[in-house]
């Protein structure tokens, strides 16, 4: 209920679901079980064989990677940033977030149950 009156009033919702890209399945594989087990997201799904064009230092880039979609709340979000950004490999890695606006309760109140207090 606090969610939908949440949204209602114009706040925002406390849960987010956070992204970073891997250079390889090892790195991917090594941060999402390092982050499940710290509490920092409740789940981590690894996205393989995305292909990412960006502008590096000047040059366009082609990697393959793969993506970590990770989804936590906002009491943790901070520690989980900290985390990703000491523990990536990158010299600059990615990490964005998006607020899950709703979502089954039951779901959002597991996200909460499952991360660090």
Known sequence: MQQA???K???????????????DSEVAN??????????????VNIIPAIQSV??????IETDNELLLVM???????????LFVLQQHPYETPEFICINIESGAQAYLDWITSSLKK
């Not at 090594?30 to 789940?43: F, R, T, Y």
């Not at 989804?71 to 940033?81: F, G, I, M, P, Y």
């Open 5 to 7: 009156q949440n949204q």
């Open 9 to 23: 009033d114009g706040m925002k919702s406390p849960y987010y679901i956070a992204l970073t890209t891997c250079p």
């Open 30 to 43: 090594s941060l999402a079980h390092a982050i499940v087990e710290q509490q920092l997201a409740a789940c």
């Open 54 to 59: 960006y502008l590096w230092q000047g040059e």
């Open 71 to 81: 989804k936590t709340n906002q009491q943790t979000l901070k520690a989980l940033e």
